[in-house]
C-alpha cells in the first residue's frame, strides 16, 4: 500500500500478512465493534484507511459493508438513514463536508453508535457540532506503515477527553520522544515512535527510507508531533515535517488551522512554513473562503490575535479557490509550498 503523500513522494509499504490480521483482532477489540454493526465505506480502497481502517476489521468480526461508487455528501446520509448504519469512519475534511450539507441537520441518526475521524487533527468544533446532533464522536490515529490502527476509546472517554486520540490498543507500544529518542514526560509534545506486530516490514525498494524511519530494535518513527496526558490519553499536535520554525520558536500550524476554521468566512484553510530571510521561516495560511464571504489578510490576523500568541500568527494570507488534496481529502502541504515559492520568484 502507498502512502498519501502529503509532505514528499508516496512511498511503498510492504504489508505482511500479520499487519492486517492484528489490525482486525485490535479493531476489532479496542473499537468495540459487533457483528451487528453496518459501516458506508466512501473512501478510495486503495489508501489504507479505506481498506483497513474498517473493511478489515468489519470482516473480521463479521459485521456489514455498504460500499460507495464515488464521495457524495447525499448519497452518504440516505445510506446512513437507509442501511441504519452504526458506525462511520471519515477524516476532518469528509466529516466537515458532510456537516455544512442540508442533510446533517435533518438526517434520522437513532441508530447510529459512533462517528471516528482519523487521518489529521480533528478541530473541536467539528466534534461539538456532532455532539449537539446526539451522535458520539470519537478520533483515532493510524499509518499506512502501523496497521493502520493504533488508539482506542470508549464512548464515556469521547465525551471526557474530547480532541485526544486515545490509549494504545493492545500489544502497541508508543513513545513520545525529542529529537535524540530520549522518551519525554507527559505533557510534553514530541515525535510518536511504534512498536508491535501490528508495524510494517519497510519501505518497497527503499532501504535507505526503510533505515531512516525504523530503530535497529524495530520502533518505527512515525514523523507525528504528540503528547501524552497523565491517563494516558494522546493528542495529535501535527507531523514533525509541518513544524514552522521561525526566529527559533517552533510553530505548529494544526494549532493555527483549527483557530482560524472558527471564523464564519473561511471555508477551510492550509498553514505551511516557507523560507525567510529574517525569521528563517514564517507561516503563510492559504484561505478558501466561504461562499459570498470575502474576509481580509488584516481581519483574519486580527481575529487571531485574540485566540493565539503574537509569534504564531502568520505572516501572509493567501486566499485560494480550491486547496490540493489527495483522494483520501487530506490537503497536499508541499504543493501549496511549492505555489507560493514559484509565485514569489
Known amino acids: 500500500l502507498y502512502t498519501s503523500g502529503t509532505t514528499g513522494r508516496p512511498k511503498g509499504v510492504v504489508v505482511p ?40 476489521p ?14 457524495d455528501t447525499g448519497e452518504i446520509w440516505r445510506t446512513i438513514e437507509r442501511e441504519r448504519c452504526t458506525v462511520v469512519l471519515g477524516v476532518p475534511t469528509i466529516w466537515k463536508l458532510l456537516m455544512d450539507d442540508p ?37 483515532g490515529f493510524g499509518m499506512t506503515e502501523v496497521g493502520v490502527n493504533c488508539f482506542a476509546m470508549t464512548v464515556e472517554q469521547s465525551y ?26 507527559a505533557g510534553e509534545v514530541g515525535e510518536m515512535w511504534f512498536h508491535g506486530p501490528h508495524v510494517s516490514s519497510g519501505y518497497w525498494n527503499d532501504p535507505e527510507a526503510t533505515a531512516a524511519a525504523w530503530t535497529a530494535d ?8 504528540a503528547r501524552r496526558d497523565e491517563d494516558g490519553f494522546f493528542y495529535v499536535a501535527g507531523r514533525r515535517k509541518d513544524v514552522i520554525i521561525s526566529g527559533g520558536v517552533n510553530i505548529h ?20 512554513g516557507v523560507p525567510d530571510d529574517t525569521w ?51 490537503i497536499v502541504k508541499g504543493a501549496l509550498r511549492e505555489r507560493f515559492l514559484e509565485d514569489r520568484e
Open 280 to 330: 528563517g521561516e514564517i507561516g503563510v495560511a492559504f484561505v478558501l473562503p466561504r461562499r459570498g464571504a470575502v474576509p481580509s489578510s488584516e481581519e483574519l490576523a486580527g481575529f487571531l490575535s485574540r485566540l493565539l500568541a503574537r509569534y504564531k500568527l502568520p505572516k501572509v494570507f493567501v486566499f485560494v479557490e480550491d486547496l490540493p488534496r489527495t483522494p483520501y481529502g487530506k
Open 58 to 71: 468489519i470482516f473480521t468480526i463479521g459485521g456489514t459493508i455498504v460500499l460507495h461508487r464515488g464521495f
Open 160 to 185: 471526557a477527553k474530547a480532541g485526544s486520540i486515545g490509549r494504545p490498543m493492545m500489544f502497541t507500544s508508543v513513545r513520545i520522544v525529542d529529537e535524540d529518542g530520549r522518551e519525554l514526560p
Open 103 to 139: 442533510a446533517f441537520r435533518t438526517a434520522d441518526l437513532s441508530h447510529v453508535r459512533w462517528f471516528i475521524s482519523g487521518g489529521a487533527p480533528l478541530p473541536r468544533y467539528i466534534i461539538d457540532a456532532y455532539n449537539e446532533r446526539g451522535v458520539v464522536f470519537k478520533q
Open 253 to 272: 500550524p494544526a494549532e493555527i488551522e483549527a483557530e482560524l476554521l472558527k471564523h464564519p468566512g473561511v471555508e477551510d484553510v492550509a498553514v505551511v
Open 17 to 56: 500478512h500479520r499487519m492486517v490480521a492484528w489490525n482486525g483482532y485490535n479493531t476489532a477489540a479496542g473499537w468495540q465493534l459487533r457483528e451487528d454493526d453496518v459501516s458506508p465505506i466512501f473512501t478510495p480502497l486503495y489508501h489504507a484507511g479505506g481498506l483497513m481502517a474498517f473493511l478489515g
Open 218 to 225: 524495530g520502533w518505527f518513527r512515525s514523523g507525528d508531533l
